[in-house]
């Protein structure tokens, strides 16, 4: 593993996206000097010329060159995002081939991590609500965590941030199988469930690499699984007795009653929930303004491991329920007439069924209104029935066309697969707000672009019912 001291001069390309804005950032804070390239001129480029970052639009062969002559020094280091790759990026092949060290992503967030304790959340489902929950609970019990998060943290203002305390949280993704690239000394698994077949060969692969991550735990260090997910337990199966030899604690967590963490006297509405934990004799109440039992388990996942940090259960269940958001996670966009907008990045059955589950529960005796955008051909290939399904619980369900992100489209595969009615953006605009009424709630959902809807349901609802309710901002 590299540490940040080694990386001389860093060049990022993908500068602009969630995950490398956030490593280049937190390596400006630490004195390391950066440049970037990004094919688009997003706004979070500004922040970084603002600081006086070099900064380049569009991909070119000659632009670390053009970077070394206006810094007058050499690149070192390059740091890619996972679609900056060989042969398909001229500036990463230029790159290689000048004999700079080149680093995924995962390898320049290592680094950051390299001289911290390392929290590292991975599972196919919940890791960005975690992460978060984890840094701010770590936060306001005082122990000031670094974090490099998938979302911006309500409270923090930022998805990645430098802290003066030894705990570094971090997201680690198994979507490309780059979750292998850390050694943390606290590793949570939210769950494991099959996805991202387009980069695995089958499910044994995906759940492999899983094994792979938890044999990566340092010596000494802690496991926090959940056990109300049956391929946690079954990641469990796999390593406990490798765990056990090099002293790695295990602990689970859930609503099961054989979990070490256990959830009881769980109530909710829409304001967020309430419940108790419990281990062994001890018992605290947790107070969280997220709902959905989803978000219980992410805050049981992060209990579980501010105990491993040294927190006592009352300490980490009262920190954790300082958690107000993340962004695109059941985010409210805004309230009109008491009709409720709210976005969330759920991608996956098992996502769209917690977060319907959620809204629900939310919606007292209204009516749930959804608007789903499939996010990648392979994934929709994959899931098409069981999306449909999971959709159905919506009291009316419109669909967008798929949003391809990196994917070409595949023959036959489209949102009509789903068996829910096909909308363009507007059809999906005018289908929910025709037939939202006070107390009811429209969910934006999905990993692409759909999350710029619930701006337009909002103002489509205030066009058609201006004398009904002022709104309430989502903010």
């Known amino acids: 593993m590299s540490t940040l001291t080694e990386l001389g001069r860093v060049h990022f ?58 810094a007058g ?42 001289a911290k304790r390392g929290i590292a959340v991975a599972g196919t489902h919940g890791k960005t609500t975690t992460s978060s929950m984890t ?18 943290v309500a409270g923090f203002g930022t998805n990645a941030q430098p802290g003066s305390g030894e705990w570094f949280v971090a997201e680690a993704d198994e979507s490309d199988g780059t979750l292998v690239n850390y050694s943390p000394e606290i590793a949570i698994v939210t769950n494991v469930e099959p996805d991202h ?6 499910a044994e692969e995906f759940e492999q690499v899983f094994v792979t991550f938890s044999g990566n735990i340092l010596p000494g260090g802690a496991l926090v699984l959940c056990a109300d997910d049956d391929g946690a337990r079954a990641l469990e199966q796999r390593v406990a007795a490798e765990l056990a030899r090099r002293r790695v604690t295990l602990t689970t967590y859930g609503f099961s009653e054989d979990a070490g963490l256990r959830i009881t006297e769980h109530t909710e509405d829409f304001s967020g929930q309430q419940f108790t934990l419990t281990r062994g004799d001890a018992a605290a109440q947790v107070r ?38 993340s962004s695109r996670r059941f985010e409210r966009r805004g309230e009109v007439a008491g009709i409720r907008v709210i976005d969330d990045y759920a ?6 069924a917690a977060v319907l589950s959620a809204a629900r529960s939310a919606v007292g005796g209204g ?11 392979s994934r929709t290939q994959a899931f098409a029935r069981e999306f449909g399904q999971e959709l159905s619980a919506a009291d009316t369900a419109a669909v967008l066309e798929i949003y391809p992100a990196r994917e070409e489209p595949i023959e036959g595969v489209t949102a009509g697969l789903l068996g829910h009615p096909v909308h363009t953006w507007q059809g999906a605009v005018d289908a929910v707000v025709d037939a ?27 066009r058609a019912r201006p004398h009904e309710s002022n709104v309430v901002d989502g903010s």
């Open 13 to 70: 390309l993908g500068m602009a996206g969630v995950g490398v804005s956030a490593i280049a950032r937190l390596m400006l804070t630490e004195g390391v000097p950066i440049s970037g390239t990004d094919g688009k001129d997003l706004p979070v480029l500004d922040e970084f010329r603002a600081a006086g970052v070099p900064v380049r639009v569009g991909y070119a062969g000659e632009n670390i060159a053009s970077v070394e002559a206006e």
């Open 73 to 114: 020094e050499p690149v070192d280091t390059v740091v890619a995002s996972s679609v900056a790759k060989a042969g398909r990026n001229a500036e990463y092949d230029a790159a290689a081939a000048a004999g700079k060290r080149m680093l995924h992503r995962s390898e320049g967030l290592a680094a950051c991590m390299s």
């Open 135 to 152: 840094a701010v609970m770590l936060h306001a019990a005082g122990l000031e965590p670094s974090f490099a998060i998938g979302a911006t």
């Open 197 to 202: 077949l387009d980069h695995y060969s089958s």
């Open 288 to 325: 969280l303004r997220a709902p959905g039992r989803h978000n219980a388990l992410n805050a049981a996942a992060a209990v579980g491991t501010g105990l491993q940090a040294g927190l006592s259960l009352a300490q980490a269940a009262e920190a954790v329920g300082e958690f107000a958001g």
């Open 347 to 352: 991608h996956h059955p098992t996502e769209l």
């Open 367 to 377: 009516a749930v209104h959804a608007v789903f955008q499939p996010h990648l051909f």
């Open 436 to 462: 939202a009424e006070p107390g009811d709630i429209i969910l934006t959902l999905g990993a692409g672009d759909v999350t710029e809807l619930g701006d337009r349901i909002v103002e489509a609802l205030q």
